[in-house]
């Protein structure tokens, strides 16, 4: 079956670039679309942006200045650059992904997160 | 941007109750939306899509309705399985996915 998997650093320093990677198995990468939700301490989930193979993006308009999302197909694998971090940045980070075929955008599959702390 | 506010914020209930969870969106979502149980420290689970269709898998003690503005999630049966976040999500606009800020459902 389809999973994700989520890596990266658990700290970013203030001012700096978070940088996380989400390793697909089980699915071909032309089959979904690859998005990147979060999960602020206590909060709710935010979705922060999506990406198709052939290059085709979404972001959260709140987000859009500070983040890239990509693809790399050779690896199965799909990141997210967020620049200029601060302490709200702090959250679990979750890959998560909806088939081209059926409803877009409902979140079928999802990676298990990963904690990111913005702190010096 | 479409708002989606969910009520209870919290909820306390015992095994065997029937409860139901609200789902309000700031303008009509047709019937794009869905809901996703949360466990502490694990990802969101699909449960229903389309407001009423039940995800494969999911106990049949689930099931959701509404439409336009007003969506409600309701549970026939309490379980002890069933303690957790649940949180509802408007897809009905591509450019922005927007979701409520969760109702936890603890025992009473």
């Known amino acids: 079956q389809v999973q994700l998997q989520e890596s990266g650093p658990g700290l970013v320093k203030p001012s700096e670039t978070l940088f996380l990677t989400c390793t697909v198995s089980?699915?071909?990468?032309?089959?979904?679309?690859w998005s990147w939700i979060r999960q602020a301490p206590g909060k709710g989930l935010e979705w922060i942006g999506y990406?198709?193979?052939?290059?085709?993006?979404n972001y959260n308009p709140s987000l859009r200045s500070r983040i890239t999302i990509s693809i790399d197909t050779s690896k199965h694998q799909f990141s997210l650059r967020l620049n200029s971090v601060t302490a709200a940045d702090t959250a679990v980070y979750f890959c998560?992904?909806?088939?081209?075929?059926?409803?877009?955008?409902?979140?079928?599959?999802w990676g298990q997160g990963t904690m990111v702390t913005v702190s010096s | 941007d479409i708002q989606m506010t969910q009520s209870p914020s919290t909820l306390s209930a015992s095994v065997g109750d029937r409860v139901t969870i609200t789902c309000r969106a700031s303008?009509?979502?047709?019937?794009?939306l869905a809901w996703y149980q949360q466990k502490p420290g694990k990802a969101p689970k699909l449960l229903i899509y389309?407001?009423?269709n039940l995800q494969t898998g999911v106990p049949s003690r689930f099931s959701g309705s509404g439409s336009e503005t007003e969506f409600t999630l309701t549970i026939s049966s309490l379980q002890p399985d069933d303690f957790a976040t649940y949180h509802c999500?408007?897809?009905?606009?591509?450019?922005?996915?927007?979701f409520g800020q969760g109702t936890k459902l603890d025992i009473k």
């Open positions: 998560a992904s909806f088939p081209l075929q059926g409803d877009r955008g409902v979140f079928h599959i």
């Open positions: 389309k407001a009423s």
């Open positions: 999500q408007q897809y009905h606009t591509y450019s922005m996915y927007t």
């Open positions: 303008q009509s979502i047709s019937g794009s």
């Open positions: 089980g699915a071909s990468i032309s089959d979904y679309f």
């Open positions: 990406m198709y193979y052939t290059g085709v993006t």
